[in-house]
């Protein structure tokens, strides 16, 4: 049973990299605190809810195909918003950063009110995927290991791409010391701009990949936001790989939670978090 | 300059005149309009005071709560509990119910100024997801989801206008006693700690004390705009501590306009009018809110008051 829960948890927890990925990345690059980040997922769940039907329905390869579409979607979506908002507050105060993130996270919750309603919308599966593998006491939905595989499949490419392409190099130069980045003779804007819209379409297609399990309405933003936050504070903000352990502790501790202690496993995790938090920083007035 | 330009540096003296109009306007008003606005008007000034609170976070000492719920809304579960579990007087549970926001407010600053930035904001909504776990799901002590009602009469038995009077008088001695914070000695360290809490430090400043100061009072001034609240309705339920009317207190102190004294008071009037009034014509009016708080960011930074002060300047060059 534990085990099986473990498993559970792993699963939820490359889930959660999924979301985290971005959102610590945008962090690590341009100082962000994106809020926004829970609307694009969520604008990627239901974006995929409106499309998935349209791209030969049914089938596997369809499905995945509309995810993708709905990640390519939101990433211009959100280089959209850089453009012609965010772009306009790196320089000022932090907290005019967080009011613009925040007013889209009013807009875009009030527009999907306005056109997907107030109640859930589901996304069916293909038949392909609704299955189950079953190894003596395990049971793994398939649809759950395809997505630990594209999870998988995220990081691998995150992690060639952050070590062997200029672009990788300069990026982790940037989360490093930015102003040296500019110095260098590269052009800040750019970097801000591409790791966003790179942070968006990874929002994106978690969005799209929740859509068939999680119940899909106008208050998943919020639902996931927090996760998020949790996963990327834990694991040091801008920090990828700190991101992906603390995501699958916290997919474990959730899920373990949910077995023991059902009505307080969010109150667990946060727990997690706080005592992280606190001893980093004892840790590091102790030096 | 530019931070001096940016944080205001408004006189140190109140304006007797403009407080004494404002005080006698809201008084006729409370009077003069049917129960309902009368509703709106106390509803304004309890959040006025709240978001106040909350600037003084936001705007001065460089901190931010994603939790301040949890100090509004146990100034109302304060005085529920010490009347309704406890049996004690009405009068005592007025005043407990500002010292049990304050008490959480030292226990929960002193962990949080521990960090800084955005690791101190997570962990303000830590401790206030924790809480709100505790008051929801601790039947037997808070009423859990049920909450606790009956134990004071709502808005004490007087009349909306009467009860008006009661809550301008509380909100306007603590909003007087929050510019006298601001603008006295502990309000000038905390300004400087909240924008360089390095030199202030050279100083003789540390910043964990100061910052907890301010947290504190930010506390204990939620609280009694939470213990007002409570005896408004004559309830309480878990929601007042939730994560909604933290987000309310932000977006109010936002859209009035961060580094100004007047955000909170500015915020709660136009939010709340928002809210009540155009949420019966226009359902999307988050929208809106979200639309002016781009503009806010794009046009003026100082909100609606910047734009208050950039009028009220203009009219006064006119009449000089």
Excluded at chain 1, 136 to 142: I, M, R, S
Excluded at chain 1, 145 to 170: D, N, Q
Excluded at chain 2, 246 to 263: C, K, P, Q, R
Aim: one cysteine or more; glycine letters at 12%; aromatic letters at 12%.
């Amino acid at each position: 049973m534990i085990i099986v829960q473990v498993l559970q948890g792993l699963m939820e927890g490359v889930f959660l990299f999924l979301i985290a990925s971005g959102l610590t990345l945008i962090f690590g690059v341009s100082r962000i605190v994106n809020f926004a980040h829970g609307s694009f997922y969520m604008l990627g769940a239901f974006l995929t809810y409106q499309i998935h039907p349209w791209i030969a329905a049914g089938t596997p390869g369809g499905f995945f195909t509309s995810i993708l579409l709905c990640g390519v979607l939101v990433a211009l979506i959100g280089l959209a918003f850089e453009l012609v908002f965010l772009r306009r507050v790196y320089h000022a105060e932090e907290l005019m950063q967080l009011v613009l993130t925040l007013a889209a996270v009013l807009i875009v919750r009030d527009l999907t009110k306005f056109f997907w309603g107030l109640d859930d919308v589901t996304v069916v599966l293909p038949d392909a995927l609704s299955g189950a593998v079953i190894m003596g006491d395990l049971f793994l939905p398939t649809y759950q290991l395809a997505m630990v595989t594209v999870g998988v499949l995220v990081l691998v490419s995150l992690w060639a791409v952050l070590k062997f392409t200029r672009a990788g190099i300069v990026l982790r130069a940037a989360t490093d010391d930015r102003g040296m980045v500019a110095l260098l003779g590269i052009n800040q804007a750019h970097v801000f701009t591409a790791v966003f819209t790179v942070g968006s379409f990874l929002a994106g297609i978690a969005g799209g990949f929740a859509a068939a399990f999680e119940s899909v309405n106008y208050l998943l933003d919020a639902r996931v936001i927090v996760l998020a936050f949790i996963v990327v504070v834990i694991g040091g903000l801008g920090n990828l790989y700190g991101a992906l352990f603390a995501a699958l502790g916290v997919g474990v501790v959730k899920s373990l939670g949910l077995l023991w202690a059902p009505r307080l496993s969010m109150v667990v995790i946060f727990l997690l978090m706080a005592v992280v938090l606190l001893f980093r920083s004892l840790r590091r007035t102790g030096e | 300059m530019a931070a001096e330009h940016r944080r205001g540096n408004a006189s140190w003296s109140i304006d007797w005149r403009l407080v004494a109009a404002t005080f006698v306007l809201v008084a006729i008003a409370l009077h003069l309009s049917p129960p309902l606005v009368a509703f709106a008007i106390i509803e304004v000034m309890i959040f006025a005071l709240y978001a106040s609170a909350l600037n003084l976070l936001l705007s001065y000492s460089g901190m931010v709560s994603f939790g301040h719920a949890v100090y509004f809304g146990l100034g109302a579960y304060g005085l529920a509990i010490t009347i309704a579990k406890f049996g004690w007087p009405m009068w005592a549970g007025v005043v407990a119910g500002p010292l049990v926001s304050a008490f959480f407010g030292l226990v929960y600053g002193a962990l949080c100024v521990q960090l800084t930035a955005i690791y101190a904001a997570m962990l303000t909504l830590a401790c206030a997801e924790i809480t709100f776990a505790i008051v929801f799901q601790w039947f037997d002590f808070t009423g859990g989801d049920s909450g606790i009602s009956g134990h004071v009469p709502a808005m004490m038995g007087l009349s909306p206008a009467w009860f008006g009077m009661v809550v301008l008088v509380v909100v306007t001695i603590c909003i007087l006693a929050l510019w006298r914070v601001v603008h006295a000695p502990l309000g000038l360290t905390i300004r400087a700690v909240g924008e360089n809490p390095v030199r202030a430090a050279a100083m003789g400043h540390g910043r964990k004390r100061v910052q907890l100061a301010a947290f504190v009072i930010s506390a204990f001034l939620s609280g009694v705009a939470g213990t007002l609240y409570g005896i408004f309705h004559g309830n309480v339920f878990p929601e007042y501590v939730g994560v909604l009317f933290t987000i309310d207190g932000l977006v109010m102190v936002l859209l009035g306009g961060l580094y100004s004294f007047g955000a909170g008071i500015y915020g709660a009037i136009v939010y709340k009018l928002l809210d009540n009034v155009m949420a019966h014509y226009f359902e999307y009016w988050q929208l809106v809110i979200g639309v002016i708080l781009v503009l806010v960011v794009l046009v003026s930074p100082a909100g609606i008051a910047g734009l208050v002060s950039t009028v009220a300047a203009r009219l006064r060059g006119r009449a000089g």
